[in-house]
């Protein structure tokens, strides 16, 4: 008796709303109908790869592919669908402890419409890595790259923070003492320059937890030589009257930049003796000299000149 009240429930609620159900059996048929009577064409698609759900604690130490090869079959207006579409395949690792973890992709394992067959992935498994994610400070170090300008040289390297947080895989960031920064082009400065840096994490997975930028500054100062100048010629000044120089020449010994020294002659140089109120006669005076800015003068060779003072001539 139960089964056959149940029957009855059955047949009175199709009874109900027969036009509509009508209506969607009969769109159904023709929807099922037209699908299975379209051509069918092979495609390939890619899938965006997608890890979601990580455990906070723990973090990926492995390189996993970025998208997946799909070829399907399927009827052409459902394979053109999807192809104009972004599709991506997430794997969840809620609840995965440390350890490696392999993730079969079977054509069941992607979610596509009905009539579309799955005939080849690339790659057919995923494996998943995973280590304990430790926070660490380190020590940046900044790395440099190219020469700065002719006459130039680097003095200092200062980098803010000093000392920075890490985070990464235990595994990796237990062996490390310090991170590099990516090379720092220093090619052709010849100025003091401040630049932003970005850490070297290349072949790492490590991560940078700071929020503030790591800023290097470079000290880039002239390098400094000593040259000796032969052959200066001593001008006299202040004399009252004809004068012998003897020697009439000096050497200046002279330390500045190196690219300001290389430009310079014994011609640019001047190097004199003072005979302001000196009389007539033999004197032996210092010699001094005047040099560019930025030049130093390391010595005067000789110190003292043989001056020889004659009267001066009357005018007739």
């Given amino acids: 008796m139960v089964k056959k009240a149940g029957w009855q429930r059955f047949l009175t609620s199709l009874s109900k709303n027969k036009g509509l159900k009508l209506l969607s059996l009969v769109l159904a048929l023709a929807l099922w109908f037209a699908i299975g009577g379209e051509e069918r064409i092979e495609t390939s698609l890619t899938l965006g790869l997608e890890l979601v759900n990580i ?15 799909v070829r399907i079959q399927g009827p052409r207006s459902v394979v053109r669908e999807l192809a104009n579409e972004k599709l991506h395949q997430r794997l969840d690792l809620t609840g995965y402890k ?12 992607l979610n596509f419409p ?26 940046v170090n900044p790395v440099v790259k190219g020469q700065p300008a002719y006459g130039y040289e680097i003095k200092k390297i200062s980098v803010t923070p000093e ?19 990516l090379p720092i ?3 052709h400065l010849s100025s003091p320059v401040t630049r932003e840096v970005d850490l070297d994490l290349q072949n790492l997975h490590l991560s940078y937890v ?8 470079l000290e880039i100062i002239p390098i400094k030589k000593t040259k000796v100048f032969h052959k200066v010629k001593i001008i006299p000044a202040m004399a009252s009257g004809p004068v012998k120089l003897n020697p009439a020449q000096v050497s200046l010994t002279v330390r500045g930049p190196m690219a300001q020294l290389a430009g310079l002659a014994p011609d640019d140089l001047t190097a004199k003796v003072e005979l302001k ?14 040099l560019p800015s930025g030049l130093e003068l390391v ?13 001066a001539k009357k005018s007739s």
């Fill in 185 to 187: 082009d220093v090619g």
């Fill in 114 to 139: 009905r009539g579309v067959v799955v005939t080849r992935i690339r790659p057919s498994a995923i494996t998943v890595i995973l280590d304990q994610a430790i926070i660490r400070q380190l020590e």
């Fill in 277 to 290: 109120n000196l009389k007539p006669g033999s004197h032996r005076v210092e010699v001094s000299a005047a």
């Fill in 98 to 109: 440390i350890g490696n973890h392999v993730f079969p992709l079977s054509p069941g394992s």
């Fill in 210 to 217: 700071g929020s503030k930028p790591i800023l290097a500054y």
């Fill in 299 to 311: 010595r005067i060779h000789p110190e003292k000149v043989q001056v020889l003072l004659q009267k």
């Fill in 163 to 181: 000392q920075i947080d890490i985070k990464g895989p235990k595994s990796e960031i237990s062996q490390l003492n310090s991170i590099k920064t």
């Fill in 55 to 69: 455990p906070r604690d723990l973090i990926v130490t492995n390189d996993i592919p970025s998208q997946l090869e």
